[in-house]
């Protein structure tokens, strides 16, 4: 059975407190709205808790990109790091598109897929993405007969878009390399705070 969270040293527990104060530099008003869920939370929970869980999580960000987005706090850090060059509409666009692809409905598949091209992508919409002309006229068009890939070719276009140039800046903003540095320091210090061993009964 693992240790509790309370019975990590004191100098664990500080840092861990510090690894969220940094963190929430980046989370600053940047809740997302209910429509794209609730991933602009960060997840403090005790199955979190471990500093070495959360350092691992916070240095493979850098990794890829696929490892920021499948994580709720990088995601969540992304997003307000975004929002901090208002340009948050492609990763709530992503998020969106990959709610949408779990919906089972067609009443519900028609019904969001409008929704989401009202919001995203038709000209002046309010979060409009930046995708080409070509691209906005297909998904217009798959959109009057909604599947659950019918935003495939747009959410592609701009998780590219994203991977190619806001990724690359959110890992070189002084915040994120404040905090990946933290990490590194924490997980190079096992003597206060290396992995616990299972205890045995």
């Known amino acids: 059975m693992c240790r509790t969270l309370a019975a990590f040293p004191t100098t664990c527990l500080e840092r861990a407190k510090e690894f969220k104060t940094r963190l929430g530099i980046f989370l600053h008003k940047s809740e997302l709205g209910s429509d794209t869920g609730s991933v602009g939370k960060f ?13 691992e999580d916070v240095l493979g960000w850098k990794e890829s990109f696929d490892l920021l987005l499948s994580s709720k706090n990088g995601v969540a850090a992304f997003h307000a790091f975004l929002k901090t060059e208002f340009s948050e509409e ?23 897929a409008h929704k989401i091209f009202d919001e995203f992508i038709r000209s002046e919409a309010p979060k409009e993405v930046n995708i080409d002309h070509e691209t906005r006229e297909l998904t217009r068009t798959n959109v009057q007969a909604a599947t659950a890939t019918c935003f495939d070719v747009a959410q592609g276009k701009t998780r590219t878009l994203m991977e190619k140039d806001s990724y690359p800046r959110f890992l070189k903003s002084p915040a994120y390399r404040d905090l990946a540095a933290q990490a590194a320091a924490a997980l190079a210090s096992p003597s206060s705070c290396g992995p616990v061993e299972p205890s045995h009964t």
């Open 43 to 55: 997840e403090w929970s005790s199955k979190h808790g471990k500093e070495g869980n959360f350092s």
């Open 90 to 112: 492609n990763l709530e666009f992503w998020l969106a598109c990959e709610e949408f692809k779990k919906l089972r409905s067609a009443a519900k598949l028609a019904s969001r």
